[in-house]
């Protein structure tokens, strides 16, 4: 009996903790948008920087009967983003940020769909190396987003800039839709 209850408490306490964490991101969706009130970190006073998106790009694998089977995930961390201003066009410009962060999410997805096995042994360094090249790629995406933008100060750039990015998230699903 005092194992039974050893399990169930573990099991409780495995769930509000990802009660907890649910709570602390949101899930890349294409009808959400990011609010004043999601970016829960304390904003560092000593950077010039009016905010952070903390977007995140994950991935989870396993070999089945030779076979990879992956979960990719883009979310916000609520918890490490901030926001110096409550003003619309920072709340915009960090979900382009965001939406940067998915669509380099759909492009790993391609290539881990397009990676083929040759050795079960390489395939952690393989994926690695493919992650680590896309969040390369992402990272300079990211950079010449906020130069272009001139990191808020032009909106009619931002909005252009967002408005291409929307555009290759929805070319790249529906041609990862049409390619099942």
């Given at each position: 009996m005092e194992i039974f209850k050893i399990v169930i408490a573990t099991i409780f306490f495995a769930a509000c903790s990802s009660i907890s964490s649910a709570q602390?991101?949101?899930?890349?969706?294409?009808?959400?948008k990011l609010k004043w009130e999601d970016f829960q970190g304390k904003p560092d006073t000593t950077v010039i920087a009016l905010a952070v998106c903390a977007s995140e790009v994950t991935y989870q694998y396993k070999i089945v009967d030779g076979k990879l089977t992956y979960t990719i995930n883009c979310f916000f961390d609520k918890k490490r983003s901030w926001i110096k201003y409550n003003m619309t066009?920072?709340?915009?410009h960090e979900q382009g940020h965001f939406d940067i962060s998915k669509l380099f999410s759909l492009k790993l997805e391609e290539k881990f769909k397009n990676y083929k096995i040759s050795n079960p042994a390489s395939v952690y360094g393989d994926l690695q190396r493919i992650y680590s090249s896309i969040l390369y790629v992402r990272t300079q995406m990211h950079n010449k987003y906020d130069t272009e933008t001139q990191s808020t100060v032009s909106d009619e750039l931002q909005k252009k800039f967002i408005k291409k990015i929307r555009d290759q998230i929805r070319d790249l699903e529906k041609q990862m839709r049409f390619n099942q």
């Open positions: 602390d991101t949101i899930n890349w969706r294409p009808d959400y066009v920072i709340t915009e």
